[in-house]
């Protein structure tokens, strides 16, 4: 399992014979689970692990930047398959510039993307557009946490995702077209998650704009994101969700003078759906 390996305990075993020694050191496999913590072993570890996809975790603890470490991760792009990034965001932009080939490689065994970038120092976007300038058709999953302004590579999302998390934070969200053409290219989508990502809609608005073709979400089984009443009647208008699915809507005030607005699109859009509010 993957906890086992991380914590780098079972290393104990190739201690055991010579033979066990051996038969540990010729399987990849068990090397690939990559803790970035600061240990002397870990360039080791990529050698070991051989040509094994690659699972990496990495923290914000690490304030020390090892260049030639992170270089290897990026040089790696061709086996990585779990990628689970923590880093401030001034600290992830040093690091894609140098590091990432404007061209990109892709990620040709990726099933997870975990990105959290905590704090904002206000300098220009994190360029994810460079790490996702290729393809990573088997992505599964996807967890994007984020103060400070991102690039959006349409690389990262393919017809394969099935879990889409998107938390941006303190920024102006994508207009509504850009955020349903990104959708649009989610066929296979079952769980989507969006906090901060609703467009800025008139509160004032009586009745919303007619949509004449809603994109249909017909593999959906859960949908949360937050917003005001108008912000979400208007995401809601635009989109047709399956009749059995799981609805959470955020930071909704009953007080919104919209809140009328909201009702006629719940029922056209979700007239058997389960709405469960948080």
Same mark, same amino acid.
């Given at each position: 399992?993957? $906890?086992?390996?991380?914590?780098?305990?079972?290393? !104990?075993?190739?201690?055991?014979?010579?033979?066990?020694?051996? +038969?540990?050191?010729?399987?990849?496999?068990? =090397?690939?689970? +990559?803790?970035?913590?600061? &240990?002397?072993?870990?360039?080791?570890?990529?050698?070991?692990?051989?040509?094994?996809?690659?699972?990496?975790?990495?923290?914000?603890?690490?304030?020390?930047?090892? =260049?030639?470490?992170?270089?290897? +991760?990026?040089?790696?792009?061709?086996?990585?398959?779990?990628?689970?990034?923590?880093?401030? %965001?001034?600290?992830?932009?040093?690091?894609?510039? *140098?590091?990432?080939?404007?061209?990109?490689?892709?990620?040709?065994?990726? @099933?997870?993307?975990?990105? %959290?970038?905590?704090?904002?120092?206000?300098?220009?976007?994190?360029?994810?557009?460079?790490?996702?300038?290729? &393809?990573? *058709?088997?992505?599964?999953?996807?967890? #994007?946490?984020?103060?400070?302004?991102?690039?959006?590579?349409?690389?990262?999302?393919?017809?394969?995702?099935?879990?889409?998390? +998107?938390?941006? @934070?303190?920024?102006?969200?994508? %207009?509504? !077209?850009?955020?349903?053409?990104?959708?649009?290219?989610? $066929?296979?989508?079952?769980?989507?998650?969006?906090?901060?990502?609703?467009? =800025?809609?008139?509160?004032?608005?009586?009745?919303?704009? !007619?949509?004449?073709?809603?994109?249909?979400? @017909?593999?959906?089984?859960?949908?949360?994101?937050?917003? $005001?009443?108008? @912000?979400?009647?208007?995401?809601?208008?635009?989109?047709?969700?399956?009749? #059995?699915?799981?609805?959470?809507?955020?930071?909704?005030?009953? &007080?919104?003078?919209?809140?009328?607005?909201?009702?006629?699109?719940?029922?056209?859009?979700?007239?058997?759906?389960?709405?469960?509010?948080?």
């Amino acid at each position: 399992s993957m $906890s086992p390996l991380g914590s780098r305990e079972w290393v !104990k075993l190739t201690h055991v014979c010579k033979p066990w020694r051996m +038969i540990g050191l010729a399987c990849g496999q068990l =090397w690939s689970v +990559i803790r970035l913590d600061g &240990s002397e072993c870990v360039p080791e570890l990529f050698g070991r692990s051989r040509e094994a996809p690659l699972t990496i975790f990495t923290s914000q603890d690490n304030q020390l930047l090892d =260049w030639a470490l992170y270089r290897n +991760i990026f040089s790696e792009m061709h086996r990585m398959q779990d990628l689970h990034l923590r880093l401030p %965001d001034n600290i992830l932009r040093y690091l894609l510039y *140098p590091l990432v080939p404007s061209s990109g490689g892709g990620f040709p065994l990726m @099933r997870v993307l975990e990105l %959290d970038v905590p704090g904002d120092t206000g300098m220009m976007e994190i360029p994810l557009h460079r790490l996702f300038a290729g &393809s990573a *058709p088997r992505i599964e999953t996807v967890r #994007l946490n984020t103060h400070a302004a991102c690039s959006w590579p349409d690389g990262l999302f393919s017809s394969s995702l099935r879990s889409l998390h +998107i938390t941006q @934070r303190n920024r102006s969200p994508r %207009d509504m !077209k850009d955020l349903m053409n990104m959708l649009t290219l989610l $066929s296979m989508l079952q769980c989507l998650e969006l906090n901060g990502m609703l467009p =800025w809609c008139d509160p004032n608005i009586a009745e919303l704009p !007619k949509v004449a073709h809603p994109l249909v979400m @017909r593999h959906l089984t859960h949908m949360s994101f937050d917003g $005001s009443v108008s @912000r979400c009647a208007w995401f809601l208008a635009q989109v047709c969700l399956p009749a #059995l699915m799981n609805l959470q809507l955020k930071g909704v005030v009953t &007080s919104d003078p919209a809140l009328e607005a909201l009702g006629p699109v719940l029922t056209a859009r979700l007239a058997d759906a389960t709405w469960a509010a948080p």
